[in-house]
């Protein structure tokens, strides 16, 4: 019996109308990148498993993709130790290469590798697949892509409102109005833990802080409660969540809240700072908003920490993110470079385009006339004129085989094409054509010379 094909969990095939408008929101946010002067790179699918790991915290190291070594991947085993040895341990030993998990990382290797041929600051672009290996749900996938800018070399906070006004860019293009940029600053967070005495639990308090919008206000205090947070230090974050007013008044108050944090303090100057010159500048179509419990869950970040959520009558998430980091090159031997990077979510832009129907029309007309089959002898012709019609940059599809006018007629609706050229036996022997208009029906016949006049009848 023949076994019914499928895909694994998490992994999708994408048909012609699904990959078309794939690169409407590929090329738009391309060439925003390259408008602000990025250029692009490119980094293998598979990394070092020591590259990745301890990067992106427990949670992070358990979603990453494991690769078995080849051969015979258990041969060199101790059989007594594999019933003693932990999955953890055992892992390292059958295991030496992984899926990329993001593109931040592989980044920072490939910065550390190239950096006497880079120009800094370097500024990268980079659209390609990642992995991970988590719960597959609405707009999370475990095969996924990611477009990727980063900024290395400079710790100047003028490239954290630059990628806020590329964000601003990118979404206005899309015609995406209402999405909310929201921002904090980890050294927030850690003055925040400073005063409060749990600076030694600072990925726990992020951690559960960053699930506000999942669990609610209580749900983030009964979960630090359950990780062993006093009731004192518990009810101390309190008036944290409840911030209100705009960010000036809530910076206000965090500056009285976070008394001596010198680290804290720094958090406030250089969200500020950011916020300062986006309002002078003024964005076309997002909203910029602080968060105070936006944490991100990558350890990596440092300093100003980013995300972009949809608009509210869309119930997906974020839809972008990315942060400052400042000791990602040094596991690679690189000290003392600053970086900032975002992302886009290209799979959920595309569940919010696709719910607010927003994607243009002409995408779905690609082809823009078919040429119909009478026979091998007119087929010639019919190929030399398609060959010149796409010298003119037309998109000319020729059907393959003489069959009834009503099926090929049939292929050339299903192809959404605005136009269907026929040269037959007459029209061949006068070297003429006919055009047919398929939206109203209309039919006009050309010289097969005056290629200036088929083209207009074809993108009229």
Request: hydrophobic share 40%.
């Amino acid at each position: 019996m023949v076994q019914k094909p499928s895909l694994p969990k998490g992994t999708r095939d994408f048909t012609p109308k699904e990959l078309s408008r794939r690169k409407y929101i590929i090329r738009t946010i391309e060439r925003y990148f390259e408008r602000f002067g990025f250029d692009q790179i490119e980094t293998p699918s598979l990394e070092n498993l020591s590259t990745l790991t301890g990067k992106y915290g427990e949670e992070g190291d358990r979603l990453i993709f494991k690769i078995l070594n080849s051969g015979d991947y258990l041969n060199k085993i101790d059989k007594d130790s594999l019933v003693s040895t932990t999955s953890n341990e055992l892992t390292h030993q059958i295991s030496s290469k992984a899926l990329r998990y993001d593109l931040t990382v592989p980044f920072a290797r490939f910065v550390v590798m190239n950096q006497n041929e880079l120009v800094m600051p370097f500024k990268r672009y980079q659209i390609q697949p990642v992995w991970r290996a988590d719960r597959p749900q609405k707009g999370r996938y475990r095969e996924f892509f990611q477009c990727d800018a980063d900024a290395i070399g400079s710790n100047s906070l003028i490239q954290e409102v630059e990628f806020i006004m590329l964000y601003d860019g990118v979404f206005d293009d899309l015609n995406i109005a209402g999405t909310c940029i929201k921002v904090n600053n980890r050294k927030i967070l850690a003055g925040i833990a400073d005063i409060l005495q749990i600076s030694n639990r600072l990925i726990d308090f992020t951690v559960s802080l960053d699930k506000l919008d999942k669990i609610g206000q209580e749900g983030v205090l009964e979960e630090l409660r359950s990780k062993g947070f006093s009731s004192e230090v518990v009810e101390s974050i309190r008036p944290f969540l409840e911030l209100s007013g705009d960010w000036r008044k809530q910076l206000e108050f965090l500056n009285e809240l976070l008394g001596n944090s010198s680290v804290g303090k720094e958090g406030l100057e250089e969200l500020s700072f950011v916020f300062e010159q986006v309002t002078q500048l003024g964005l076309k179509t997002s909203e910029l908003i602080f968060d105070i419990t936006l944490a991100r869950g990558l350890n990596y970040y440092t300093g100003i920490i980013i995300e972009v959520t949809a608009p509210k009558k869309v119930k997906i998430g974020s839809i972008g993110g990315g942060g400052r980091y400042d000791d990602l090159t040094a596991p690679f031997g690189l000290n003392n470079m600053s970086g900032v990077g975002i992302s886009f979510g290209l799979d959920r832009i595309a569940l919010v385009l696709d719910e607010l129907n927003l994607f243009p029309a002409a995408l779905d007309q690609k082809v823009d006339a078919v040429v119909l089959n009478f026979g091998e002898k007119e087929m010639l012709k019919s190929l030399k004129l398609a060959r010149q019609l796409r010298d003119l940059n037309l998109v000319i599809d020729c059907y393959p085989n003489a069959a009834k006018l009503q099926k090929q007629f049939k292929y050339v609706d299903k192809k959404n094409a605005a136009v269907a050229i026929m040269i037959g036996s007459t029209e061949s022997a006068n070297d003429t054509v006919i055009l047919k208009n398929m939206q109203s029906g209309e039919q006009k016949e050309y010289s097969c010379l005056d290629l200036e006049g088929i083209q207009s009848f074809i993108t009229a």
